[in-house]
T-cell receptor
Framework: EDQVTQSPEALRLQEGESSSLNCSYT??????LFWYRQDPGKGPEFLFT???AGEEKEKERLKATLTKKESFLHITAPKPEDSATYLC????????????FGKGTHLIIQP | DTGVSQDPRHKITKRGQNVTFRCDPI?????LYWYRQTLGQGPEFLTY????????KSRLLSDRFSAERPKGSFSTLEIQRTEQGDSAMYLC???????????FGPGTRLTVT
């Protein structure tokens, strides 16, 4: 069974204080690892897809990296508007198309 | 730029009533997904359509749940004889044939009293 574990569950940072969120996964044949941002009461917003170990992608203050067992979402010099829940999900091969999500990391950036 | 839309955004119903939700995917996306999300949890996969064919169902999708996608465009998710445990956010997502990224709608918040 595919599993995704995110840590920490919650993280409070000062504005400008860089940090990393972790996503550990076990999956039978990784088709892709996905990062989403979710604001309260809204649907998840797509951020990145990573397909193979060693791959990195960047968008503004966010950078996602992937190894064979985990992914990191690095946040550099965050701003209060980066406050949200960040969700990690995996897609498996073998014909299954639904994503398996972690519980998310609730990030708060204090001004 | 039209994203995934869902209707209604909020639904309050009494236990035992039937409810139906609608999802309109991004127009060129042929794959459509339904997920359920409860407070403090990530979305959980329910079912998936490729065009009008329902290809995958999660064990979470009990007999009281049914989904359709007539003509391969919009989709409906019906819950019969609702229970308090059905209270959740119901999310719809779609993706094109050419990539694996799923794009989510705003969700329908269901409260069963």
């Amino acid at each position: 069974e595919d599993q995704v574990t995110q840590s920490p569950e919650a993280l409070r940072l000062q504005e400008g204080e860089s940090s990393s969120l972790n996503c550990s996964y076990t999956v039978s044949g990784l088709r892709g690892l996905f990062w989403y941002r979710q604001d309260p009461g809204k649907g998840p917003e797509f951020l990145f897809t990573l397909y193979s170990a060693g791959e990195e992608k960047e968008k503004e203050r966010l950078k996602a990296t992937l190894t064979k067992k985990e992914s990191f979402l690095h946040i550099t010099a965050p701003k209060p508007e980066d406050s949200a829940t960040y969700l990690c999900a995996v897609g498996a091969g073998g014909g299954a198309d639904g994503l398996t999500f972690g519980k998310g990391t609730h990030l708060i950036i204090q001004p | 730029d039209t994203g995934v839309s869902q209707d209604p955004r909020h639904k309050i119903t009494k236990r035992g009533q039937n409810v139906t939700f609608r999802c309109d995917p991004i127009s060129e996306h042929n794959r459509l997904y339904w997920y359920r999300q409860t407070l403090g949890q990530g979305p959980e996969f329910l079912t998936y359509f490729q065009n009008e064919a329902q290809l995958e169902k999660s064990r979470l999708l009990s007999d009281r749940f049914s989904a359709e996608r007539p003509k391969g465009s919009f989709s409906t998710l019906e819950i019969q004889r609702t229970e308090q445990g059905d209270s959740a956010m119901y999310l719809c997502a779609s993706r094109p044939k050419s990539s694996y990224e799923q794009y989510f709608g705003p969700g329908t918040r269901l409260t069963v009293t």
